[in-house]
């Protein structure tokens, strides 16, 4: 599938296409919509740069939300650590 983003809409961003497509798959990342290895393609860019990428934008590279710090609670609980 192609997509089609006319000259007329990157220049009222301001952007080139390839700072669109990076804009792009980092919200794409940011979602939780595709993970780092196909966001990184879709920004042409390998791996590592697109992780300096996110870690300019201050874009965690892993989600960590209160159901993972409560499971992590309760295991350090159960083996006796907490």
């Given at each position: 599938?192609?997509?089609?983003?006319?000259?007329?809409?990157?220049?009222?961003c301001?952007?080139?296409?390839?700072?669109?497509?990076?804009?792009?798959?980092?919200l794409?990342?940011?979602?939780?919509?595709?993970?780092?290895?196909?966001?990184?393609?879709?920004?042409?860019?390998?791996?590592?740069?697109?992780?300096?990428?996110?870690?300019?934008?201050?874009?965690?590279?892993?989600?960590?939300?209160?159901?993972?710090?409560e499971?992590?609670?309760?295991?350090?609980?159960?083996?006796?650590?907490?």
């Amino acid at each position: 599938m192609s997509v089609i983003i006319s000259d007329e809409t990157l220049n009222a961003c301001g952007m080139t296409a390839t700072e669109f497509k990076q804009e792009i798959a980092l919200l794409l990342f940011q979602s939780g919509k595709l993970p780092v290895g196909h966001a990184s393609k879709l920004a042409q860019m390998d791996k590592v740069r697109f992780r300096q990428l996110l870690k300019e934008r201050q874009i965690p590279l892993y989600s960590y939300d209160i159901e993972d710090f409560e499971l992590d609670l309760k295991n350090l609980r159960e083996l006796g650590r907490l």
